[in-house]
């Protein structure tokens, strides 16, 4: 099976503090994604990566960086948090392919407050 | 541009009833379809996809889900409720021309009475 590892499950941060959320995948996936999750508002992209050292902006990048120096590592960075950042993070993994079919593979969250 | 919307955040079923979460899609090609289910304090899982092929897929845990494209529907049902069934559920939709990006519906909340 997949895994997908996040590395925290709880974050509590201040604001304007530098945080990184990291995530690694065992399995040898080109893709790699960052969501966020809010109550009623689904799952919203912020960031994504098809390849090492490649990124490119969701609907949602605002406040954010990605990192990816290696396959299997994804690192979200929130250059200075701010409340509004309060909220779970997840971040997914999936097969590079040409029909774009691959489902997701979900870590299992990083809830982050931000006080 | 690619979207879902899933109707009804909330459902209620009786153990051993229906369960019937809906999914409308919006895509200009052939849809990717999509539904996972997100247990308590867990990321989500893969219930079942369609691709091409079959129109009536079924997945796991006695889910299954129909797409019907002149309805722009993929709708997820299951005869009988199971407590076990409590869950979150978010149909996705991706496509050839967004790259493999999924898009997700808002969500909606199953609760099993018994």
């Known amino acids: 099976d997949v895994k997908v590892t996040q590395s925290s499950r709880y974050l509590v941060k201040r604001t304007g503090e530098k945080v990184f959320l990291e995530c690694v995948q065992d399995m040898d996936h080109e893709n790699m994604f960052w969501y966020r999750q809010d109550p009623g508002l689904g799952l919203r992209l912020i960031y994504f990566?098809?390849?090492?050292?490649?990124?490119e902006k969701g609907d949602i990048p605002e406040g954010y960086s990605v990192s990816r120096e290696k396959k299997e590592r994804f690192s979200l960075i929130l250059e200075s948090a701010s409340t509004n950042q309060t909220s779970m993070y997840l971040c997914a993994s999936s097969l590079a392919g040409a029909t774009y079919n691959s489902p997701l593979h979900f870590g299992n969250g990083t809830r982050l407050t931000v006080t | 541009a690619q979207s879902v919307t899933q109707l009804g955040s909330h459902v209620s079923v009786s153990e051993g009833a229906l369960v019937l979460l809906r999914c409308n899609y919006s895509?200009?090609?052939?849809?990717?379809l999509f539904w996972y289910v997100q247990y308590p304090n867990q990321g989500l899982q893969l219930l079942l996809k369609y691709t091409t092929g079959a129109t009536l897929v079924k997945g796991i845990n006695g889910f299954e889900a129909e797409f019907k494209k002149s309805e722009t529907s993929f709708h997820l049902t299951k005869p009988s409720a199971h407590m076990s069934d409590a869950a979150e559920y978010f149909c996705?939709?991706?496509?050839?021309?967004?790259?493999?990006?999924?898009?997700f519906g808002d969500g909606t909340t199953l609760t099993v009475k018994p």
């Open positions: 990566s098809y390849d090492v050292k490649m990124k």
């Open positions: 895509s200009s090609v052939p849809p990717y």
């Open positions: 996705a939709v991706s496509d050839r021309t967004n790259a493999g990006k999924s898009t």
